[in-house]
């Protein structure tokens, strides 16, 4: 018999504020400025926009799960935790050494037009593949 593998932060207690302040301390460490978080409860999300090295980032994740019978509170605290376990880890890398921000948070990072890097390139990189075929690096 195999045990079922919970997922990271699963059934946690701690309050959303208390992450939310870890992740303001952790990004502020790290330099960053115009921190903003929040929840966009109809759309099911979480948001977390800072500036950090003259760049502006966004990252969002869900808080909807297949499973409706779970809380919603339950369900933002999870998520919340799993925001601050990818934001360490990806400032653990790039401080020590062993990357950049630009790298590790490049997905993420906001473009004039306010979409971001992942918004932008990841529908050409599908359709790259779909068609077999590489943009050009120059144009003409």
């Given at each position: 018999?195999?045990?079922?593998?919970?997922?990271?932060?699963?059934?946690?207690?701690v309050?959303?504020?208390?992450?939310r302040?870890?992740?303001?301390?952790?990004?502020?460490?790290?330099?960053?400025?115009?921190?903003?978080?929040?929840?966009d409860?109809?759309?099911?999300?979480?948001?977390?926009?800072?500036?950090?090295?003259?760049?502006q980032?966004?990252?969002?994740?869900?808080?909807?799960?297949s499973?409706?019978?779970?809380?919603p509170?339950?369900?933002?605290?999870?998520?919340?935790?799993?925001?601050?376990?990818?934001?360490?880890?990806k400032?653990?890398?790039?401080q020590?050494?062993?990357?950049?921000?630009?790298?590790?948070?490049?997905?993420?990072?906001?473009?004039?037009?306010g979409s971001?890097?992942?918004?932008?390139?990841?529908?050409?990189?599908?359709a790259?593949?779909?068609?077999?075929?590489?943009?050009?690096l120059l144009?003409?």
């Amino acid at each position: 018999m195999t045990a079922k593998l919970r997922r990271y932060a699963e059934g946690t207690t701690v309050a959303v504020g208390k992450t939310r302040d870890e992740l303001e301390r952790l990004l502020g460490r790290a330099g960053a400025t115009q921190t903003l978080m929040g929840a966009d409860k109809p759309r099911a999300r979480i948001l977390l926009g800072f500036s950090l090295g003259g760049r502006q980032y966004r990252l969002s994740a869900s808080t909807a799960r297949s499973d409706k019978r779970r809380d919603p509170e339950q369900l933002e605290r999870e998520a919340w935790r799993a925001m601050l376990l990818i934001v360490k880890a990806k400032l653990e890398v790039a401080q020590s050494g062993h990357s950049s921000i630009e790298t590790e948070f490049l997905g993420n990072i906001v473009l004039p037009n306010g979409s971001t890097v992942a918004d932008d390139v990841l529908p050409k990189i599908q359709a790259a593949y779909q068609h077999g075929t590489m943009p050009l690096l120059l144009p003409g």
